[in-house]
């Protein structure tokens, strides 16, 4: 009875050993691959991103650019109501008028019911909490309209 008695202890000796083992392995070894399934796979950011109402040629929007240090990647437009609207990203504070001291797009953008898009930006890096200004240079029909900015972190 005695040697019956060790073996058990023995056995369930071992098989405390392969529980906490497994239980280690639970503990350390699932999180890790959970986290990896969960990662952002890009560090972009949407920087920008306004809905406006009745856009008119005498519109210019002032924005601030998020808390880091950063480059605009895209932009993307898109006239809800009404034909289409052209703007123009500068660099900074520039409202008074229609230009740009110093354009982000290169030049102006077209925006209609399709959408736009343009990645051939000029002056793009930025740093946190910077400035750019949206300036509104055409309007054809009564136009609600979307624009976003993208961003990367370095």
Known sequence: MGKRVEYDNLYIGRAMNRLMLV???ALFLIPMQASAQFTKPTNQHTCVHAFIESITTADEFVFRLPNFYGTMTRVDCEAYSGTSFVINICDGED???????TSILGGTLTCDASGASDTSLSAT???PRDKISIVVTAVTGTVNGEIMVT????
Do not use: E, N, R, S
């Not at 961003?151 to 370095?154: E, F, S």
């Open 23 to 25: 239980l280690l392995m």
């Open 151 to 154: 961003c990367t972190d370095p």
């Open 95 to 101: 409202i008074g008028d229609d230009t740009c001291a």
């Open 125 to 127: 890096k930025f740093a």
